[in-house]
């Protein structure tokens, strides 16, 4: 079709209630957003960045809970408002950070890139909400981008030799063999 682009996004101003309804009977809109009001349609995860979701939550839960943090998963929301909010691929956050909506705030959110994913165009959200870290993770490589939270911004934290440092968890990041990403909390080890 002359002038597609399959990056294009698109704005559906009257969406029709039977096309939102079967979307949730076949429960394809756990990762959709709501944006001050506007709908974010978030396709399903595909089975790597499930995997890696997976794996993220296994190898954060010990150390998570040597903090005194919960590990969550997709579908739990970040809120600001009833119809303003964000899903993160993991989140980590405090117990007094929850609420019986989702999460009120986190100290470290993790997203895993997609193709035309908006997780950058998130920063601002995570910073009104008082994020502390945020990792982006590139699924092929492994590749992650390490932000902290310095004042009502985002700061990326740069790579050393031996990888990047969590500013929250204090933990070394580094990529290892397959690619994979190493987590080293003193002696716990794990790969993602």
């Known amino acids: 079709m002359p002038g597609y682009s399959s990056s294009m996004r698109a704005v559906w101003l009257d969406v029709p209630e039977a096309f939102l309804a079967e979307r949730h009977r076949l429960g394809n809109d756990k990762l959709d ?4 009001g506007v709908l974010h349609m978030v396709p399903p995860s595909s089975l790597g960045n499930a995997r890696i979701t997976t794996d993220f939550v296994v190898a954060l839960t010990p150390i998570a809970a ?9 579908g739990t929301g ?13 989140t980590l956050a405090r117990p007094d950070q929850t609420s ?3 999460l009120e705030s986190a100290e470290l959110v993790i997203e895993v890139l997609s193709p035309h994913d908006e ?8 910073a009104k909400r008082g994020v502390r870290e945020i ?3 590139e699924p092929s490589t492994r590749e992650v981008e390490v932000y ?5 911004g985002y700061r990326r934290v740069p790579a050393t030799v031996r990888g990047w440092r969590s500013p929250v968890l204090g933990i ?4 290892v063999r397959g690619p994979k990403l190493g987590l080293v909390d003193g002696a716990y080890t794990a790969e993602v």
Not at 66 to 74: A, E, S
Not at 78 to 86: E, S
Not at 148 to 152: E, G, M, Q, S, Y
Request: aromatic share 16%; proline share 4%.
């Open 119 to 126: 997780s950058r165009d998130k920063f601002p959200f995570y």
């Open 33 to 36: 957003e709501l944006w001050e």
């Open 172 to 175: 070394t990041l580094s990529i």
């Open 100 to 102: 019986a909506r989702g």
């Open 78 to 90: 970040l809120f600001d408002a009833p119809k303003n909010y964000r899903i993160a691929d993991t």
């Open 66 to 74: 040597r903090r005194g943090l919960q590990v969550w998963t997709d």
């Open 135 to 137: 990792w982006l993770v």
């Open 148 to 152: 902290a939270l310095v004042k009502k």
